[in-house]
């Protein structure tokens, strides 16, 4: 039996070992390279220079574990994954050098995800929670599977990347969704290797990078690591057959902080892109909690909505959605308030 299961999970051990060694070779290289965080800006909290060149080393590790894996057979999403890697390292590593306005950076993610389109890249439905799926493709009209994938790819992003504020979490929460997103694509109803082994090969790129970025930090993802693992991760989630609910379910946590936050951003009459210390994680971090406690906290409910995600089917997906949003929105609500003062006043 565990010959048979070693035999079967061949192509998955060697893409997440080959993955991860490659991560951690070019750490090595990118630690000691000239880019670092000399750019403290309102949502970070690190004062000291730390290599940002994390990004590099999971995009270029990925990539890499994608052309010289023999079981995979080329296809468009294969193609969307390493073009789409490539120009997220190019805007992200000029991020990093000199920070981009907004519009620029908002601008590079929307001409990426133009690009995956043009690849071939389609969501042509999405599942009904009540029965039966939705068709965002009519008659060969494309533009509302091309909006919809704008609207996706962009909160996913930058949900991640808003969720990269402290050592270890939007690491830490990608190598779940990632795993979460693997399991699923291997099950029976599903059954998609390809899906499941480009998705083992991202826990194997992340998990490389998060050996040094866990408490205290040694590098950081910077633009180009954040914002290509919610691009992944957005991107899987359309392949493997709209697996939208999983996605939203999985990565409950980031998403709700993110829309908070906006929604904070625009009531204070802010620009939504306005960088600040409200994200959940600096809520707590200035209610006294410590990084791990934080990353606990994350993890421990990320990892529950993935189980959940796993063994449930997709009605059950959404009320458990429901319920873990309204839960992350009451503890926003309960953080709200210091004594009787109002913070959100």
């Known amino acids: 039996m565990i010959a048979s299961i070693l035999f079967y999970g061949q192509p998955f051990l060697i893409g997440f070992g080959v993955a991860s060694v490659l991560c951690l070779l070019f750490i090595f290289l990118f630690r000691i390279a000239p880019l670092r965080n000399n750019r403290v800006g309102a949502r970070h909290i690190h004062k000291k220079n730390i290599s940002r060149f994390g990004g590099l080393a999971i995009i270029t590790a990925f990539i890499l574990s994608l052309l010289w894996n023999e079981y995979l057979f080329f296809d468009h999403i294969v193609w969307a994954m390493i073009v789409g890697g490539l120009?997220?390292?190019?805007?992200?590593?000029?991020?990093?050098?000199?920070?981009?306005?907004?519009?620029?950076?908002?601008?590079?993610?929307?001409?990426?995800i133009l690009v995956v389109f043009i690849i071939g890249v389609r969501t042509e439905f999405i599942t009904n929670p009540f029965g039966g799926v939705v068709w965002l493709v009519h008659d060969n009209m494309l533009i509302f599977s091309l909006l919809f994938m704008l609207v996706w790819m962009l909160v996913i992003m930058n949900a991640i990347n808003w969720c990269d504020g402290i050592d270890g979490l939007a690491g830490g929460v990608v190598v779940i969704a990632a795993l979460t997103l693997f399991i699923i694509s291997l099950q029976p109803h599903v059954m998609q290797p390809p899906i499941a082994i480009m998705a083992i090969i991202l826990v194997g790129s992340v998990a490389g990078f998060l050996i040094f970025n866990l408490p205290p930090a040694k590098i950081f993802a910077g633009s180009s690591g954040a914002f290509f693992?919610?691009?992944?991760?957005?991107?899987?989630?359309?392949?493997a057959g709209a697996k939208i609910g999983t996605a939203l379910l999985v990565l409950s946590v980031p998403l709700v902080d993110a829309l908070w936050v906006v929604w904070h951003r625009a009531r204070s009459?802010?620009?939504?892109?306005?960088?600040?210390?409200?994200?959940?994680?600096?809520?707590?971090?200035?209610?006294?909690?410590s990084v791990w406690q934080i990353l606990f906290l994350y993890y421990g409910v990320t990892i529950l909505s993935a189980i959940i995600a796993v063994t449930t089917q997709t009605t059950s997906k959404v009320i458990a959605l429901i319920i873990f949003c309204s839960m992350i929105v009451l503890f926003f609500?309960?953080?709200?308030?210091?004594?009787?003062?109002?913070?959100?006043s």
């Open 87 to 112: 120009l997220i390292l190019l805007f992200g590593i000029i991020d990093d050098l000199k920070p981009l306005s907004w519009q620029t950076q908002i601008f590079s993610q929307v001409s990426i």
């Open 229 to 239: 693992m919610g691009y992944a991760l957005s991107l899987m989630a359309i392949a």
């Open 269 to 289: 009459g802010k620009s939504i892109f306005h960088g600040d210390k409200e994200h959940l994680h600096h809520r707590l971090l200035d209610r006294g909690w």
């Open 333 to 344: 609500i309960a953080l709200s308030y210091d004594g009787k003062k109002k913070l959100f």
